[in-house]
């Protein structure tokens, strides 16, 4: 079941500006990846931004001795 819900795709058209498009080709050269898994990664990431914040939660980057280096906010 899960091969068939993979195997479905839904195709859109975006409009990007050349800058936008230039970084996802960036990103998904470093992830190793193509265009569509940067943005499914994006998605991924912003969802789980938007579930922190609706449970009063933080997104935070930290270094290796868990120090805070930055808070993401604005969701």
């Known amino acids: 079941m899960n091969q068939q819900k993979e195997a479905q795709r839904i195709q859109i058209q975006l409009d990007l500006s050349p800058e936008l ?3 996802i080709n960036n990103l998904a050269q470093q992830i190793n990846g193509d265009n569509a898994e940067v943005l499914l990664k994006a998605i991924a990431l912003l969802e789980l931004a938007i579930e922190a914040k609706q449970q009063d ?7 290796n001795q868990q120090n ?3 808070e993401i906010v604005g969701f």
């Open 21 to 23: 498009y230039a970084t």
């Open 57 to 63: 939660k933080h997104l935070w980057i930290v270094d």
């Open 68 to 70: 805070l280096e930055t």
